[in-house]
């Protein structure tokens, strides 16, 4: 059953993708292509489920550098959004990309917000009919921001009815716990480990740890593992699924299409697996590009209901 589901940036950003022979550090580098791409997690969450078919709503705060660029980029793929206008400029985010294949990634910190422009963010998630939507709060904050913002913010979305997602680290994703209204987190393995406070190195170690998450009281935990694909962790069970082929390329984005993919397609178990096949066909493609449908017709994944709790993983995400 598809979901509505609406993200929340604070910090959007445009992303740069640049590919060049070689990285030469402290000379002149001139790139073989480049491309531009709407960023932040919470855009290339709505994006994704937008391309789906399904309802989105992408909220985002933008300064007057990139805001135009970024409303123009939204009104030509016909995605529904709300732009609140800030002070400052909106970042850049660069992925380099040699071509041997590896990835140099340089993000910017983005502008402050303000107290009016926070209260602005708010007072349009409110207004939005949420009842049995998903909000998803996704990103690390703005310079300045209280690492509180998110769980002020999920409030707002939990007493309209939403269902509450949220992907972040560090002491933001720690503070988002602490109120009791997050149903879902979408943590990378390094992310969860940092959580929970120790290395987990095995799929047993995630499971372990989403568990911990879960007797504080969260619903679900969708632990991205890279190239490893990803575990769905409830108080139920742990479900494990993977592209059968390894993809090669550009990470960057793919756990957000991930979540959003998983969201709005009912976030059970059947969403997993269509969301793992979604997440890996975007890597071969260029920038954030998300994959169409045909694309992702191409790859086949790999479901484990019985997770092979010894088996070692190594995020490369």
Same mark, same amino acid.
């Given at each position: ?20 022979? @070689?990285?030469?550090?402290? &000379? ?15 855009? #290339?969450?709505? &994006? ?11 909220? =985002? ?27 400052? /400029? ?49 990103? &690390? ?53 940092? =959580?929970?406070?120790?290395?987990? =190195? ?19 935990? =969708? ?14 069970? @742990? ?12 990470? /960057? ?52 209901? #019985? ?11």
């Amino acid at each position: 059953m598809r979901k509505r589901v609406i993200s929340v940036t604070l910090n959007p950003s445009i992303d740069r993708t640049i590919k060049l022979s @070689s990285l030469q550090v402290g &000379r002149i580098n001139r790139a073989n292509s480049v491309s531009l791409d709407p960023g932040g997690k919470g855009v #290339n969450l709505s &994006r994704a489920v937008h391309a789906l078919g399904s309802d989105t709503v992408a909220i =985002l705060a933008c300064g007057d550098l990139g805001l135009n660029w970024l409303k123009k980029s939204f009104d030509s793929e016909s995605l529904s959004h709300t732009i609140i206008h800030t002070s400052g /400029v909106v970042r850049s985010n660069m992925t380099i990309i040699d071509s041997e294949g590896q990835i140099t990634k340089i993000n910017e910190p983005g502008a402050a917000l303000s107290e009016k422009e926070l209260q602005e963010v708010k007072n349009s998630l409110a207004a939005l009919n949420l009842k049995n939507s998903w909000v998803a709060f996704a990103g &690390r904050l703005n310079p300045g921001l209280a690492a509180t913002t998110y769980r002020d913010l999920a409030q707002v979305a939990k007493e309209k009815g939403a269902f509450v997602a949220v992907d972040t680290s560090g002491a933001e994703l720690k503070a988002a716990l602490t109120a009791g209204v997050v149903d879902l987190i979408k943590p990378n393995q390094s992310e969860l480990s940092e =959580l929970i406070g120790r290395q987990l =190195l095995t799929i047993k170690d995630v499971i372990d740890g989403a568990q911990e998450v879960i007797s504080a009281g969260v619903s679900s935990v =969708l632990c991205s593992l890279g190239s490893d694909g990803a575990l769905l962790i409830t108080d139920s069970g @742990s479900i494990h699924c993977e592209s059968v082929n390894k993809m090669q390329g550009n990470p /960057v984005g793919a756990g957000d299409i991930l979540l959003g993919i998983f969201l709005a397609s009912g976030a059970d178990e059947g969403a997993l697996e269509t969301a793992v096949a979604w997440s890996a066909a975007s890597v071969p493609l260029p920038g954030t590009s998300i994959p169409t449908f045909e694309q992702v017709s191409e790859i086949k994944v790999r479901v484990n209901k #019985n997770p092979d709790a010894s088996r070692t993983i190594l995020e490369n995400e």
